[in-house]
């Protein structure tokens, strides 16, 4: 008779909230027999004992290990990552007063960082001498500083960092993800590599401190 084969789909990052970490915390399971099924999401994969925050790396061959324990004489097939993190986050709480002031002082920082820098722009590249030039060619009156070119690039430039960032509230002017999106997602991935490198070394004896 062949073995029962069991699928797993494991997240390379799963975040939990309690001291017992169960299969169907970290990974997807699909299993014909439903009942196997079943039994394969509720095994324990660890006990947390520490009460602060932390990264926990495992392997998927332990998960195997416990499976087949728990399970019996059963076929694995790991879809997912081979090492994955368990990220223990206890007592989370909806985002309080200190959470939103942090917030809106990044936003602070990003927004008047954002205005310097293309002040600073325009005033190496003499965008305002450029548009006085190119206004009395085209005219042959003097600009007295505020006319349709300098209006047309104010909006335009508006409407550059709008369709950049994709991102106005809480709408989106399309369904891709924004660049900040995409450059936190490339800065969770490149963390996670890390911790499993840094856990990798440390087990073998050779760390980078």
């Given at each position: ?16 909230h309690e001291k017992d ?189």
């Amino acid at each position: 008779m062949s073995r029962a084969e069991i699928y797993l789909k494991v997240d390379k990052n799963s975040e939990v909230h309690e001291k017992d970490v169960f299969l169907s915390q970290v990974a997807q399971v699909l299993c014909r027999d439903k009942d196997l099924e079943n039994r394969c999401r509720a095994v324990k994969l660890m006990t947390i004992h520490d009460s602060m925050e932390n990264r926990y790396v495992c392997s998927v061959v332990d998960v195997v290990e416990k499976i087949q324990k728990a399970c019996g004489e059963v076929t694995v097939v790991n879809l997912g990552e081979p090492d994955f993190i368990v990220d223990y986050q206890p007592n989370a709480k909806e985002p309080g007063l200190l959470s939103w002031l942090k917030t809106a002082a990044v936003c602070l920082i990003v927004f008047f960082g954002a205005a310097f820098a293309i002040m600073t722009f325009n005033n190496d590249g003499s965008v305002a001498k450029i548009f006085k030039d190119v206004y009395y060619l085209v005219t042959g009156v003097e600009s007295d500083g505020i006319t349709v070119l300098e209006i047309g690039y104010s909006l335009g430039l508006m409407a550059g960092v709008l369709v950049f960032f994709n991102h106005f509230g809480k709408r989106k002017l399309t369904t891709d993800p924004t660049p900040i999106e995409v450059q936190m997602r490339l800065y969770e991935d490149e963390v996670d590599t890390t911790v499993i490198q840094n856990a990798a070394r440390k087990e073998s004896g050779v760390d980078v401190h």
